[in-house]
């Protein structure tokens, strides 16, 4: 069975959130998992998600999980339904752990892992013994977190739960129509690149078509390619890139093509890739 | 005696400054630790206290250390009058270690723990051999709560401080006046959300009064009131809610209480709350 | 030989980028260290370097890196030029360990400290199995510091560099004609405080001299002085300082001494100190 168990020597868990770094709200999360599993390596994600954001969230753990060793315990907290009825979850996919709200932060993870094992967090006995309505990172969450990376089974944390029945983002791949592709922008990065659902591997002739056309809903048209940032003159214009993320990107060299081309989370954009 | 000493296998220090993080300055106080006491586990409270903001920072560290490990270290610098007459001082107070200027930030720990030791930072052999007189978190308190967390006994660090002697804020708390409750706004936080004064379990009644009023000295009144976030239709309006931390707040969901409401640290507030 | 090698119990890995922290790309680096050197100690010295600011980027590390440990690795990232053919070096100075582009970065290294070894990051066996042409710091950079921290000899990382030939800022130092210094603003902290390139021991009657005057071109002059910024009354006036980096610098109390003089990086300043 593939069923790895955390390192005992120094697990690994990595957080994310929306709390931001003005308060002490993540460092709270850190001493209550010090407290609990002292020999931890606790490594930040992001705690600067737009707020609330959950497919942002969903976005930026996807394309981060993958570079974590084995066991890593991943502790997500972006989490509008603090405190009413959505469910507490501890999820064990691939080589990893993912803790967090059941609100679709994971479906990534989902999709892509086969999932071992999935947990109600039901066992108060691995909370907090006095657990907040406002704070479930500080409450639950991170004692979680600590208790699995320091080698408790998953399946003490709470009642057996189907994972088809987790909840899931409503994420639409791309579509293929002849030349067409029907895609999204699914993360707008922190400099302003645009990162489309399109992974680089399902466009081979993205850099090698004689021509490429990004249009965007309300006719702006981008059609520079660029194989890296540097490459060509600064002309201040947005390119085609082929994002770290492994999915197609759009962006604008010393710019933001976000502000630029007025595009959001969520637009839709469809790329016509002339045959050579 | 009460007298706890810090983990040798892997102590805790945690640090909270107002640096911000644009500049090395907090790297470099983790840099000299890491050559004092290699195997300490640094953790980050925040180093986003608004600048020079003594009562905010009390607070920030109020909110967090009870959720730390015992032997923790707390290295804290906030500190206007660095290079002034302004003593630096060590508390060894609860379970835990304080290091920082003698200016107030440790106001609430003095009320809240009992204080086994306090001392004068007065020992040059435990401080940076140079000693600049503006950055002090790299000189001396970051060298001092190393070698704390080293095991080195806070006896050899100075001279001794009566601890009745050590600055402390004016932190009033709050009147009951029959049915009213004049408190202050004692944090705002990375939400804009408004933190009282008042601790919850001191108005076991709020929830369950028919009605409750918040009003500011301008006559905004806030009389909503929520358990939890997501409770409700999010009308955009403030309300009444139990923090985190312990104390009761003001907040707007998916908005900010104290821009909204035009209200800032150390405000007046007061609560109005109807017998059943 | 004077030629460390890291602490093999708890190696730190000293990170600095120009990534900012909204996205997951310095946890994603973090992640990739954790696989490889799990035992090691990352310190972030700051990651809101000002994007593709070689310079300013150059100066902070210079700023930091003699507070840190022996056998500390450096793993730097401000790279206007990745997936061009700049090169990816690590380079063995004093008594560190320092890895990135080969685009001026550690110019201040490489004037202060002994070169040991000098390096091109040509072999892929110490890189990620994919490399990106956008993201160094994850696939070369980060893996390559790991294995350098994890007691991998530097000689393996790849084909032999004179040191002479590594890319090295034009950083002039400043000039003394009689009683004038003519120099540079080389770093604008996080406070708007700017730090000239005089150092402040070739400066010993700074605070001795009957008067000193900094003139900025636009004949804008700063007169006072201070020893520590709590000295004196709050008059919102610039004054002369001695930085906690080593550095004449000129600073507002309380406020921003970039923005009130409208001075930025690299701007001429003219000192002119009487003589007694």
Redesign the interface.
């Given at each position: 069975m593939n069923s790895p168990i955390p390192?005992q020597?120094?697990p690994?868990i990595?957080i994310?959130t929306d709390?931001?770094?003005?308060?002490?709200?993540?460092?709270?999360m850190?001493?209550?998992i010090?407290?609990i599993t002292?020999?931890a390596?606790?490594?930040?994600?992001?705690?600067?998600v737009t707020?609330?954001n959950v497919p942002s969230a969903a976005w930026?753990?996807a394309?981060?999980y993958h570079?974590?060793?084995a066991g890593?315990v991943f502790v997500c907290v972006v989490d509008?339904?603090?405190?009413?009825s959505r469910g507490a979850i501890a999820v064990q996919a691939g080589d990893w752990f993912f803790v967090g709200p059941d609100n679709g932060l994971f479906t990534y993870i989902l999709q892509e892992q086969p999932v071992h094992a999935a947990r109600l967090l039901s066992n108060p006995a691995y909370h907090l013994s006095y657990v907040?309505?406002?704070?479930h990172g500080?409450?639950i969450f991170a004692p979680v977190g600590a208790y699995l990376a320091g080698g408790i089974p998953i399946t003490e944390m709470g009642t057996h739960l189907d994972p088809t029945a987790l909840q899931r983002l409503n994420i639409e791949p791309p579509t293929r129509r002849g030349t067409d592709i029907d895609a999204r922008i699914i993360h707008v990065?922190?400099?302003g690149n645009l990162i489309t659902n399109i992974p680089l591997p399902t466009v081979p002739d993205l850099f090698d078509a004689s021509k490429v056309q990004a249009i965007f809903p309300a006719g702006r048209v981008v059609d520079r390619r660029r194989?890296?940032?540097?490459?060509g003159s600064d002309d201040g214009q947005p390119f085609i890139?082929?994002?770290?993320s492994g999915y197609v990107g759009i962006a604008v060299r010393?710019g933001n093509a976000a502000k630029m081309l007025g595009v959001r989370f969520g637009a839709p954009i469809t790329f016509v890739i002339a045959s050579k």
């Open positions: 390192s020597i120094r690994v990595a994310m709390f931001g770094l003005g308060d002490g709200d993540v460092g709270i850190k001493g209550v010090a407290g002292p020999q390596h606790i490594i930040d994600i992001t705690h600067d707020p609330q930026i753990l394309s981060a570079f974590f060793p890593t509008p339904g603090v405190g009413s907040s309505s406002t704070f500080r409450d990065d922190n400099f194989r890296f940032f540097a490459e890139y082929g994002d770290s010393n």
